[in-house]
């Protein structure tokens, strides 16, 4: 075999690899392009969600639901404790408890704080179905929040 053979064949593969890089490295960056793309889309809002606080609040008292109206802030130490346990431990009550989740630096829940006498945080308020509620203000352990969750759940039928 001719050595320029040899050589235009070896050029054309070095070619075609190069392409080939070039393709996967394209395909990739689409690829990457599309997850950041669909993950950054507006989600839908489930319903309540979107509404304040409050609303949801005097909504779930006039419902007769039991509720955890919890008022904490993101970045007091004892608050990202109560939220981190609340993240836990409270979908296994959703069902048959409401949570209202108020940050107590949003303008928009100040009427509530005043409302609710909130003065120190994490504050947490267990409402039963007859609206009679239960303070608890500072951290909770695990089995008192169950607890209180539980007991909620239990008068929720």
Known sequence: MPKQSQ??????????????????????????????????????????????????????LQQKQPMLAFFHSTDCHSCVEMMNLVAEVYPRYEDSVALVDVNVYDSANQNLLRRARILSIPTQIFIDKDGTGKVIIGVMSREQFELELQRLADTSS
């Open 7 to 60: 050589r235009s064949r070896t050029a054309a593969r070095q070619s075609v690899s190069a392409v080939n890089r070039y393709l996967l490295l394209a395909v990739i960056v689409l690829l990457a392009g599309a997850v950041l793309w669909f993950k950054n889309q507006a989600k839908p809002v489930p319903a309540g969600l979107d509404e304040p606080a409050e609303a949801q609040f005097d909504r779930y």
